[in-house]
């Protein structure tokens, strides 16, 4: 009996669940592009253009590992525009009456493959390091889901960075080290680009024509989209930039948009990468004595803490995670996160860059584009939506929770213990952005005051009665209570000034 394999555009692993599972013999995989897929939220032509041409990559792959592979491209005329659909056409085709697939990351498809009316077997998808088994026994029964302690677990788990049961160096974590502004360094090393082939070029022009509205500049596209060449980008990585990751971690450079990050999540996300072997290589540059340990930790606590437990609380909460709102925050999502005109030097660069790249880095991501959003009460579900689209590496089991649990606090405090709020002193100590701006970080109030500077006593103003006893924010408010009064309510009335154009459309 024929059955078919579904393998989905984040699932181009060679060991995934299904095709482990699956006959290569006698079983059919099937593989498709479809506009539901491509549509359910606007999503950057770049990110398209990578997901389909490693694809079609990974099916040539397949072939001539011996597979019958069935490809559904975007434009096939009979395409059915939906997995379920595709499904259903290939099973009538080839008389096949089960899909054996490996469970997708996101409810909104698992629910879709429920609802099949072919007997569908999910396997679990196990190319991460903690099972959802694991991850809520170690939730259960715990007041507070800190990451730390999670990340404790991992590093036990796989015995990275561990020197017997004793974690490498003496300590858990290092990021007190992390936190260092850079300097402009026209030498530094630049992540690994690649020339598209023949089959990219092809998909360019496919999203060009169809995705070519979408916010995003497509062209030029220099994404790995092949396991080779994520290899190779990772070695590049390892041995160019890893050194200076943890010093340089969250500092920002208006000319250096990727410092010393990998850029690598876009391809762990999809498969062409794992986890561990990410992991292992870091941990081998260490022990080899080319990277300083806060580096080789701080990155591995990224992969194997930060990525695996927001997996874990992506699926513990449930469907309706991403649609949490705990500070009923409504304001819609400004014209500048589309590329709108604004004076807001940081914001500006970030949006950018994103723009072009499909990119922007993790303190970009949270103290930038996400600071301003909580601090202006952007609503978080278009907030996500908005993060889901326009990253290369977004998929909602990781996105979602990075933004209505970390950035938002949409989630009432499960992911964070307090909200990631600053004013504009923070961006200024990071970055080289508050030079360029039209408006001044130093001014607190009065004209071209930094809106950060104004927005953040805003914010805690109106949520008060949520975070005073908080005890990481108390000192905050002591601070705030202490200001002259005439001061607070000059700092109140232009947040609210400042909030009201905001609202109007105009530009900030
Ligand atoms: P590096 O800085 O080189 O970090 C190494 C790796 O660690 C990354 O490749 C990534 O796999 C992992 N990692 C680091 N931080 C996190 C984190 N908080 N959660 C999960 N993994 C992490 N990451 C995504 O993969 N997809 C998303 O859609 C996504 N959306 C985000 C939205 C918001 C609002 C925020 C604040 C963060 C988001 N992140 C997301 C996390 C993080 O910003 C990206 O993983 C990181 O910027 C990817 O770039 P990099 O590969 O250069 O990472
Ligand atoms: Fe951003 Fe304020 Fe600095 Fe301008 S002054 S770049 S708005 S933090």
Redesign the pocket.
């Known amino acids: 009996m024929t059955r078919l394999v579904l393998v989905l555009g984040d699932q181009l692993s060679p060991d995934v669940a299904a095709l482990r599972a699956a006959d290569k013999s006698a079983d059919i995989v099937v593989m498709a592009e479809v506009m539901e897929e491509g549509s359910y939220v606007p999503h950057h032509p770049k990110k398209i253009a990578l997901i389909l041409s490693a694809m079609r990559h990974f099916a040539e792959d397949l072939r001539a590992d011996g597979w019958q592979v069935l490809y559904s491209r975007l434009d096939d005329a009979d395409n059915a525009g939906s997995i379920p659909g595709e499904l259903l056409r290939r099973a009538e085709e080839t008389g096949a009456s089960e899909v054996l697939a490996t469970r997708p990351g996101e409810w909104r498809l698992i629910e879709a493959l429920d609802a099949m009316p072919v007997p569908v077997h999910m396997h679990e998808d196990d190319r991460f390091v903690c099972s959802h088994k694991e991850f809520d026994a170690w939730a259960e029964g715990r007041k507070e889901l800190r990451m730390e302690y999670f990340y404790r677990e991992m590093r036990r788990k796989t015995g990275l960075m561990m020197d017997g049961d004793k974690p490498a160096g003496g300590k858990w974590n290092y990021d007190h080290d992390n936190r260092k502004p850079a300097q402009a360094d026209m030498l530094r090393s630049q ?1 690994m680009q690649f020339t598209p082939d023949d089959i990219t070029e092809e998909v360019l022009d496919l999203v060009g024509d169809r995705f070519g509205g979408n916010f995003g500049t497509l062209r030029p596209f220099r994404f790995a989209v092949t396991r080779g060449q994520a290899r190779r980008a990772l070695d590049h ?1 390892a041995k160019e930039l890893l050194a200076g ?1 943890g010093d340089y ?1 969250d500092a920002m450079l208006r000319d250096d948009r ?1 410092l010393h ?6 391809y ?2 999809i498969g062409l990468l794992s ?1 561990l072997e990410i992991c292992e290589r870091v941990e081998r540059e260490w022990r080899a004595g080319n990277v300083p340990i806060n580096a080789a930790e701080g ?1 591995i606590r ?2 194997i803490g ?2 695996e437990y ?1 997996r874990g609380i992506y699926f513990r909460e449930g469907p309706e995670y991403p649609r949490r709102n705990a500070l009923n925050h409504q304001r819609g999502l400004p014209d500048l996160y589309w590329g709108g005109e604004t004076g807001m030097e940081c914001l500006k660069r970030a949006v950018e860059q994103t723009r072009d790249e499909a ?4 303190i970009q ?2 103290m930038v ?2 600071n301003f959003a909580l601090l202006a009460g952007i609503n978080p579900t278009v907030l996500h939506e908005w ?2 689209s326009v ?1 290369a ?3 909602e089991w ?2 979602a ?3 209505v649990g ?2 938002q606090f949409a989630d009432g405090g499960i992911v964070g213990s307090k909200p990631y709020v600053s004013s504009g002193n923070y961006i200024d100590r990071m970055s080289d952005y508050c030079g360029a701006c039209a408006y001044s970080v130093k001014a607190k109030t009065g004209e071209g005051a930094c809106p950060f500077n104004l927005l953040y006593w805003h914010f805690l103003t109106r949520h008060r009665d949520r975070f005073a006893r908080n005890p990481r924010m108390a000192q905050m408010y002591r601070t705030w209570d202490r200001m002259d009064a005439d001061k607070r309510d000059t700092i109140l009335a232009e947040a609210e000034g400042f909030l009201d154009r905001l609202g109007r459309g105009e530009a900030v």
Request: hydrophobic share 40%; no cysteine.
């Open positions: 992540p990585f990751f971690q990727f990050h990998s850029v690598l999540s876009p762990l996300n986890p990155y990224q992969v930060w990525r927001m990119y922007a880095h993790h991501r949270l584009t996400g993060y889901l990253y590496d977004a998929f990781v996105e929770p990075n933004t970390m950035s």
